[in-house]
C-alpha cells in the first residue's frame, strides 16, 4: 500500500511541475514528496503564496493547505483556506494539487473585493446599523450601501480599482432625499478624503515623512456614514435646539427654516441664524454655541464694526419712529 501511494504521489509531482508552468499568473517554488509550493498572481495586491502538504495517507485524506500573503489579511486567508479545505475533501482518492491550485486563483479572480475585506467588515460593524444596506458586486467589484438616518436616506456605490489602495475608491450617489446643498458637500468631502489618502499634499511639511499611498474605502465611507448622513439626519439647530432638517424629508419649507451650514460644519435655520448675526454684542464676533468656533459663511461677510453701526443705525430709526407716533397721538 505505501509503494502504491508512493507510485501516485511521485506521478502527481510529475504532473505538477508539466501543468504548472502553463498557468498564468502561477510560479512553482517547489516540487517535494512533503509539499508543494506556488506563488499565485493575479494583481498586486491579490497574490499569495500557497503550501500544500501531504499527508502519509494521501489522496486518501485531503491536501492540507497554508497561505501567506504580504497584501491580504490573515483573516481572509484563513477563509480561503476553510474553502480549500472543503474543496479537496470532494476529490480524496484522486490528484487534487492542481484542482486547489485552480480554486485558489479562481478565487482571487472572481472576488476582487477581497482586497477591502477587513475595510468592508469594520464598516458593517462599527457605523452600519440593521436598517441599513451593504451589498458587494465582486464582478464589477463595487460595493452598494443605503445607509438611513430615520426618514432620511442616502444610496451610494464605491467601485474599488484594480490597482487599490495605490488609487483611490470612487464614489456615485445613486439616490438621496437630502436637500442638495447638503448632497453636493457630502459628495464633495467624500471625494476629497479619498484623493488625500493616495495623493501627497501640494505643499508638504519638511518634517513630515514620506508620503505613502494608504487604503481610502473605509476613511472615504466613514466620514459620509457618520459624519454626513447619521449625523445631520437627526442634528438640531443650536440656536433654537428644533431639528434642523424638516422630519419629512418631502415637506415644504418656509425661508426662515431653510437651512444654512456654517464653517464649522453645523446646520442652522436661516431665521435663527439670521437673527443671531445681527443681534448684540458683535465685538469680538459670532460663535458657534454648539462647538464655540467663530462663524463665517460666504453669505455674511460684514465685520463685527460695521454690524454694530448697522445695529445702532436701526436702533435710532426705531427711537425715531417711536417719537412720532407718541407725537401724533
Same mark, same amino acid.
Given at each position: 500500500? /505505501? ?12 504532473? +505538477? ?59 481572509? !486567508? ?24 485552480? =480554486? ?5 479572480? /472572481? ?8 475595510? +468592508? ?6 457605523? !452600519? ?30 467601485? +474599488?480599482?484594480? /490597482? ?8 456615485? +450617489? ?48 466613514? @466620514? ?44 442652522? @435655520?436661516?431665521?435663527? !441664524? ?21 462663524? =463665517? ?7 463685527? /464694526? ?24
Amino acid at each position: 500500500m /505505501e509503494v502504491c501511494q508512493s507510485e501516485l504521489l511521485e506521478s502527481e509531482l510529475t504532473y +505538477v511541475k508539466q501543468k504548472v508552468p502553463t498557468i498564468e499568473g502561477v510560479t512553482l517554488e517547489a516540487c517535494l514528496p512533503a509539499f508543494v509550493r506556488v506563488h499565485i498572481y493575479v494583481s498586486d495586491q491579490r497574490q499569495l503564496t500557497a503550501l500544500l502538504q501531504f499527508t502519509s495517507k494521501y489522496p486518501q485524506d485531503p491536501l492540507v493547505t497554508e497561505l501567506k500573503s504580504k497584501t491580504l489579511t490573515e483573516k481572509l !486567508l484563513d477563509g480561503i483556506i476553510k474553502l480549500c479545505d472543503a474543496e479537496a475533501k470532494k476529490y480524496v482518492g484522486q490528484k487534487q494539487v492542481i484542482l486547489i491550485i485552480n =480554486f485558489i486563483k479562481n478565487f482571487l479572480i /472572481e472576488n476582487p473585493l477581497c482586497i477591502v475585506n477587513d475595510e +468592508v467588515a469594520k464598516l458593517k460593524k462599527e457605523l !452600519l446599523s440593521n436598517d441599513d444596506e451593504c451589498k458587494l458586486k465582486q464582478k464589477s467589484s463595487q460595493i452598494v450601501f443605503k445607509v438611513k438616518q430615520e426618514q432620511y436616506l442616502m444610496s451610494f456605490k464605491v467601485s +474599488v480599482p484594480v /490597482e487599490y489602495p495605490l488609487k483611490q475608491v470612487q464614489i456615485e +450617489v445613486l439616490d438621496n432625499n437630502f436637500p442638495e446643498m447638503l448632497k453636493t458637500i457630502f459628495l464633495g468631502q467624500a471625494v476629497e478624503i479619498a484623493r488625500k489618502c493616495v495623493q501627497p499634499p501640494l505643499k508638504k511639511n519638511p518634517k513630515d515623512p514620506p508620503f505613502e499611498p494608504k487604503a481610502s474605502l473605509y476613511p472615504m465611507c466613514r @466620514h459620509l456614514i457618520e459624519d454626513c448622513i447619521k449625523r445631520y439626519g437627526k442634528e438640531n439647530c443650536p440656536l433654537c435646539n428644533e431639528r434642523a432638517l424638516p422630519p419629512n424629508p418631502g415637506a415644504t419649507v418656509e425661508k426662515k427654516n431653510r437651512i444654512e451650514r456654517i464653517y464649522c460644519g453645523h446646520l442652522f @435655520h436661516l431665521g435663527c !441664524l439670521k437673527t443671531y448675526l445681527k443681534t448684540p454684542p458683535f465685538a469680538a464676533g459670532k460663535f458657534c454655541p454648539a462647538c464655540g468656533k467663530q462663524i =463665517f459663511h460666504e453669505k455674511w461677510k460684514v465685520s463685527p /464694526e460695521l454690524q454694530e453701526a448697522r445695529w445702532a443705525h436701526k436702533q435710532a430709526r426705531q427711537r425715531e419712529l417711536a417719537e412720532v407716533v407718541d407725537f401724533l397721538e
